[in-house]
């Protein structure tokens, strides 16, 4: 059974940084494009950042310059650096797997979500 583990949530100060990590398991993790969501309360989730099984990123236009992704293909491990955190940035956070394919449906797993809360 495939299985996306975050952590690294918690309260942080606006500000303050935090580093989260997801770790996959039973997916060839380098062909995954690899991404973090983010949901806040009454709102719908959304796409933070994204990495490809080349390297290449995209992000979200609100964390530009604040927020790094990145993957280690041999620990099976994306991470997501978060510096200058914002109350804006409260959320639950959710890891992601997506696999395209050609011919036959994609492969799209998500993770338990993390909590990050960015408080006074």
């Known amino acids: 059974q495939v299985q996306l583990v975050e952590s690294g949530g918690g309260l942080v100060q606006p500000g303050g940084s935090l580093r989260l990590s997801c770790a996959a398991s039973?997916?060839?993790?380098?062909?995954?494009?690899m991404g973090w969501y983010r949901q806040a309360p009454g709102k719908q989730r959304e796409l933070v950042a994204r990495i490809s099984s080349d390297g290449s990123s995209n992000y979200a236009n609100s964390v530009k310059g604040r927020f790094t992704i990145s993957r280690d293909n041999a620990k099976n491990t994306v991470y997501l650096q978060m510096n200058s955190l914002k109350f804006e940035d409260t959320g639950v956070y959710y890891c992601?797997?997506?696999?395209?394919?050609?011919?036959?449906?994609?492969?799209?797993?998500w993770g338990q979500g993390t909590q990050v809360t960015v408080s006074s």
């Open positions: 039973r997916i060839t993790f380098s062909m995954y494009e």
């Open positions: 992601n797997a997506h696999r395209i394919f050609a011919s036959v449906p994609d492969l799209n797993y």
